[in-house]
Each structure stands twice: as C-alpha cells, then as structure tokens.
C-alpha cells in the first residue's frame, strides 16, 4: 500500500451500488478510517493484497485469511457482536443484522453490520 496520505484519501471514493450515494454517516466512517490509517493510529496484517476492516473493530486492517481467523476465534457472547454499527440497536429473535461491505480504496473494503432500518438507509431498495 502507499505511505501517501493525501493519495489514499484522494483514491476514497465509497462505493457498493451503482448509482447510489453512501449516506453522510458512512462517509464520516469511511474518512474518520483512512484518517486512522494514514496517520498511522491502525494496525494491519503482514500479508499483501485487498484488505477489511470493520466498524466494528476499526483498529485492525486485514487480509482475508486474517478476517476469517479473526471471526473464528471471537466468540459471540455480548450485545456487542449483535449491535447495529450505525444506530446501536441490538439485533435479537427475529431480527437479522446485515452485514456490508463497502469499496473505500481499490485495496480497502470497509465492512458494517447493520439493522434492517439503517441498511435501508444505506442501500436502496433495502426492505426496514
């Protein structure tokens, strides 16, 4: 990756749908991220290639095969793993929190969990 900052924030440019402008929330994410990132406040793994990081856990920048191990070894045991990145709202029963994943640089995708209501918001044509 480049150690250019200026150039890695004038490479975001958020996107996931065609056609659809990302909410002024998901752009401060995506920024308040890159910003971490470039000024070095960001941890990332030793492997090359395409990277994720998530809402979620915002301090970590990884590849694929980190992510995977990462998710395998957390266990889902407080409220936390099941809050909606954007409101807070805490999934439960019948509910399904939808993750997301958005294109922030040509190696960065931000990945969120979100709530049936907030992915409304964020991606068109989601049903609330």
């Known amino acids: 990756m480049t150690s250019e900052p200026a150039q890695i924030l004038a490479d975001c440019s958020i996107s996931c749908i065609p ?72 999934v439960t029963g019948d509910e399904t929190l939808i993750g997301i994943g958005y294109t922030a640089t040509d190696r960065i995708i931000v990945v969120t969990g979100l709530c049936q209501t907030c992915s409304a918001k964020e991606t068109p044509g989601a049903e609330a």
């Open 19 to 90: 056609q659809h402008e990302p909410t002024a929330w998901l752009r401060e994410q995506v920024q308040g991220i890159l910003r971490r990132f470039v000024n070095g406040r960001i941890r990332t793994c030793p492997h090359p290639g395409q990277r994720l990081i998530s809402l979620w856990s915002p301090d970590r920048l990884r590849c694929f095969t980190c992510e995977a191990a990462f998710q395998l070894d957390r266990a889902a045991t407080d409220d936390d793993d099941y809050s909606c990145d954007r409101c807070g709202h805490i």
